[in-house]
């Protein structure tokens, strides 16, 4: 596990540098303590109940592995609208939903309408495994939140966990990942999956005031 969590590192170390349009210090002048903001948050959550750095952590790989990690998989369904929550991999299996709600209370409180719910989603996966005992990495920022989402993608594209080997390779191939790198990331709990941050423009979407709906 160390050693899969050392890769891990590595990879994204890598894989940030892809997305020019991510920064570490994207936040730097309109939110300089959004991370000292949504840390306390996470390590609440995680002392009420540990295994939500887990679930957590799953959150961002969900949301990253369909149309990259843009938070669409937070939003709510609507008369209109049909979201990422109700595909089979997400169905009452995902959880954590309200600590990023309280997360994004606290950031709006501290800079309104400044930091993406995709960013969030980032910050609070890096914070969870650290939290947990896991590495530190530095988190590139500057994502957009979608405007919508695809309950079809968020059934083809998760790999469920009945997968074979064949299928598993094929599934993040087309993410654009080698073999090495799932079993890599699989073997650190998924938390690579940031790969997906350069399927999607910053320039795209929008800074949602509320994360489980479109502005």
Known sequence: MAAAC??????LSVLGSASAQLSTGFYSSSCPNLLSTV??????????????????LRLFFHDCFVNGCDASLL???TSSFTGEKTATPN????????????????????CPGVVSCADILAITARDAVVILGGPNWDVKLGRR???TASLSAANNNIPPPTSSLSNLISKFSAQGLSRQDMVALAGAHTIGQAR?????????????NDCRKVN
């Not at 709600?101 to 409180?109: F, G, H």
């Not at 941050?197 to 320039?203: A, K």
């Open 6 to 11: 050392v890769s891990v590192v590595l990879l």
């Open 39 to 56: 840390k306390p948050v996470v390590q609440s959550a995680i002392s009420s109940e540990k295994r939500m750095g887990a679930s957590l």
């Open 75 to 77: 939003l709510d369904d």
């Open 91 to 110: 169905q009452n299996s995902l959880r954590g939903f309200d600590v990023i709600d309280n997360v994004k209370t606290a950031v709006e409180k501290a």
């Open 145 to 147: 939140d979608a405007k």
């Open 196 to 208: 997906c941050i350069s399927f999607r423009s910053r320039s795209q979407g929008e800074i949602r």
